[in-house]
């Protein structure tokens, strides 16, 4: 919906409003008129049923408001004498058009005297529920929200089993497009796994101002742009399926590429403007490493200070199958294979493959290599290591998965570009060659009706060889660079799709242990309360967190002792 049509929405439910309650100004000794005025009613309303004026704030903001709305028609049937809980279902479940039936099928009396306080000790626990999860909600949604680390792909720097705050004001709130969902929760409800939002109706993107833009190698929580490309799944036919952007998977990735730079990435490191990037000192990159043994590697020859390390086979294959395009597509659908040596008779190849494939392909495994996902430091002391005969670092093939999946670039996840990454306001040649990099924003990002006939371009029904783009782009990118689906796959982040700036690390234990206990066990303390940018080792500000929390609970025991006593 556009802001027009939602402006005629809030005539319309102005509408309705009076004529469901312009009697019942009346009865309470207002103006009939009152009732009809936007916003102005809603003031008087609150004196009516004697509660904050600034209650009409909430009403305006979206999904808080979709909380407010049944609190508000629950206060004005009870100002009118309903305090039944019939009366509070029934106001619920007929989304305040019980109103309706009070204002012109009843006597209702005004009763000006009544008492705010609860009837009963169930009626002050709902209302103190009701209150909080409001104001959860609200912080949840404009100032900060939990997220959780689910996979490695920015390993060292944030780990799996991280539970971070997400701050939305650094980059200014995104106000919700999806007005109507569940609270506090993202795309699927628990438990049941359904849709906890409505696809209509929606609000236009709009975006409270920020404190500080995203700069290069920021830290950045978004909605994954590719949760709308069935291509990222290997369908390659381009199709688009819709879900609303607020609701797109969140995903969190480092700030390689900002708008208006052009980037290029060389043996797996970036270069910004053609200057090698340079990373804080909390970063540590990651590439998987081919580690040649002297000896048959086993539990007892295998480097111990690398055993909680991502690690994989490797193989030899039949030179003349690995060349074999029908096989290169089997393998692509039972493994993921990555050539490091051949000859005329065998190829090797690293990396993971489905074992009852590699037995009917007669793969071999290599009982003296491995390959082993390592930081620069790490694999500097395992070069040094007794049994090393040689340490080699992976470096891909080729890949049409690569975006822009031009298979004529020759791009792969360690070598490709230059790219230009968008800024709004520029503007790019646009011909059949330079299309794939900018397609997916002029159609489904910036939402315009794109059509190629031949070699011409046709946006909006008429003939370009040019397009101005409407808003910032971003190039987000995993610190593990060999295990992390990043803008490498999928291409730009419109600014859109950001939703905001980790900044503090509040839990941490090993989410992949076995069993609860083993996962209390595993509890990383020195990472609880640490702040998720600047230089130098993370501090943690639990003792300092611990602390207030023991002065809270002592205080607020006092003061309800001294309560009783008095």
């Given at each position: 919906m556009t802001f027009t049509e939602w402006f005629i929405f809030f005539i319309a439910i102005q509408i309705v409003h009076f004529l469901g309650t312009w009697k019942l100004y009346v009865k309470a000794g207002r103006k009939a008129w009152e009732a009809a005025v936007p916003i102005y009613n809603g003031i008087v309303l609150m004196s009516i049923i004697k509660r904050p004026k600034w209650w009409i704030i909430l009403l305006f903001i979206p999904v808080v408001n979709l909380l407010m709305f049944p609190v508000i028609w629950i206060e004005t049937i009870r100002s009118f004498g309903f305090k039944k809980k019939t009366d509070s279902l029934l106001v619920i479940f007929t989304l305040g058009l019980y109103i309706f039936y009070i204002n012109y099928g009843t006597d209702a009396v005004y009763n000006k005297d009544r008492s705010l306080k609860p009837q009963s000790e169930l009626g002050e626990w709902v209302s103190s529920i009701a209150f909080a999860i409001i104001a959860a909600t609200l912080v949840h949604t404009y100032f900060m929200q939990p997220f959780t680390i689910p996979t490695s792909s920015l390993e060292k720097t944030l780990l799996v089993g991280d539970y971070l705050f997400v701050s939305k004001f650094h980059y200014g709130a995104r106000v919700p497009s999806t007005v109507i969902a569940a609270p506090m929760v993202h795309d699927s409800l628990p438990l049941t796994g359904t849709a906890s939002y409505l696809k209509q109706p929606q609000l236009p993107y709009t975006r409270l101002p920020g404190i500080q833009k995203i700069k290069n190698n920021d830290i950045v929580c978004f909605n994954w742009p590719a949760d709308t490309l069935a291509l990222m799944w290997g369908d390659k036919s381009g199709k688009f399926t819709y879900k609303p952007v607020d609701k797109k998977t969140n995903y969190v990735k480092r700030c390689v590429g900002i708008a208006g730079d052009s980037i290029e990435m060389k043996d797996g490191y970036f270069y910004i403007n053609g200057k090698k990037n340079?990373?804080?000192?909390?970063?540590?990159?990651?590439?998987?490493?081919?580690y040649e043994s002297k000896k048959p590697i086993s539990q007892n020859t295998y480097p111990k200070f690398l055993l909680d390390k991502e690690r994989t086979g490797v193989y030899k294959i039949l030179t003349e199958y690995w060349q074999n395009p029908k096989v290169q597509s089997a393998i692509k659908e039972n493994g993921n294979l990555t050539k490091i040596a051949s000859d005329s008779l065998y190829t090797e190849v690293a990396g993971g493959v489905n074992p009852d494939f590699a037995r009917r392909l007669k793969m071999l495994s290599v009982d003296n290599k491995i390959n082993i996902n390592l930081t620069e430091e790490e694999a500097i002391r395992l070069k040094t290591y007794p049994l090393t005969k040689s340490l080699t670092k992976i470096i891909h093939d080729a890949d049409n998965a690569i975006f822009p999946h031009v298979k004529e670039l020759g791009w792969s996840q360690d070598n490709f570009g230059p790219i230009y990454i968008p800024e709004a306001g520029a503007t790019v040649?646009?011909?059949?060659?330079?299309?794939?990099?900018?397609?997916?924003?002029?159609?489904?990002?910036?939402?315009?009706?794109?059509?190629?006939?031949?070699?011409?371009?046709?946006?909006?029904?008429?003939?370009?060889?040019?397009?101005?783009?409407?808003?910032?782009?971003?190039?987000?990118?995993?610190?593990?660079?060999?295990?992390?689906?990043?803008?490498?796959y999928w291409g730009y982040v419109p600014f859109d799709h950001v939703l905001g700036k980790p900044v503090m690390v509040w839990f941490s234990w090993d989410a992949n242990a076995t069993s609860f206990g083993e996962k209390i066990k595993s509890i990383r303390w020195n990472r609880m309360f640490t702040t998720v940018g600047g230089d130098g080792e993370p501090v943690s500000y639990r003792y300092l967190v611990f602390a207030l929390i023991a002065i809270y609970i002592g205080y607020s025991f006092y003061k309800g002792k001294k309560k009783k006593t008095n």
């Open positions: 340079s990373l804080p000192d909390r970063a540590k990159l990651q590439f998987y490493y081919t040649k646009l011909d059949v060659k330079s299309l794939p990099f900018y397609e997916q924003i002029i159609k489904n990002y910036e939402n315009n009706d794109l059509q190629v006939v031949g070699n011409n371009i046709f946006i909006n029904g008429e003939k370009v060889d040019s397009y101005t783009f409407k808003q910032d782009y971003f190039y987000l990118i995993g610190d593990n660079r060999h295990n992390s689906l990043d803008a490498r």
